[in-house]
């Protein structure tokens, strides 16, 4: 085993303070550290939010929103596609202040909601962002296949509005 203080340190590559540092060996290091919230039943909002997998291949994912009285209503409700901010290379969907913020939008506005989970730079240079992006709202339009039951059985997908 090497000692570490043989070990000169990292030279860094790219310094993007207070976000990240990307060193020249190809690592990166995350210098905010975003809070995850999970899944489940939001006891402020009576929100219930669940995660699903997009492309199991690249790891793209969605948290889906759905209004505490939507499942007793057989109406079909707008659906808004959501991307969390962070300048494409920070949070996510379970970030604390955007799934926060995701459950008011949902009780308050009577909508279901998709949040995207897309794969950050500059791991994923750009364009793969915007690539992942798209190819969550072409999975949603058509509802996963039919294999989302929230997506099939509550979304209106002729009301679609994107924010972000």
Do not use: C
């Not at 030279?11 to 919230?37: C, H, M, N, W």
């Not at 505490?68 to 920070?90: M, N, Q, T, W």
């Amino acid at each position: 085993m090497e000692d570490q203080d043989s070990n000169p340190a990292k030279e860094v590559a790219r310094d993007v303070f207070p976000f990240l540092r990307v060193y020249k060996d190809g690592t990166i290091q995350r210098l905010v550290a975003t809070e995850s919230l999970p899944p489940g039943l939001d006891s402020e909002t009576n929100v219930v939010s669940k995660d699903v997998v997009i492309f199991p291949e690249t790891g793209v994912s969605a948290r889906l929103y759905l209004p505490d009285d939507e499942p007793i209503s057989r109406k079909k409700l707008p659906l808004v596609v959501y991307y969390h901010g962070g300048g494409f290379f920070a949070a996510s969907t379970a970030s604390r202040e955007y799934h926060s913020a995701l459950n008011r939008i949902v009780a308050a506005s009577n909508v279901i909601l998709a949040s995207v989970d897309y794969r950050l730079a500059p791991e994923n240079p750009i364009p793969v962002p915007y690539d992942d992006a798209f190819a969550a709202l072409e999975w949603i339009a058509g509802a996963g296949g039919g294999s989302e039951p929230w997506l099939r059985d509550h979304a209106d997908l002729d009301r679609v509005y994107l924010a972000g």
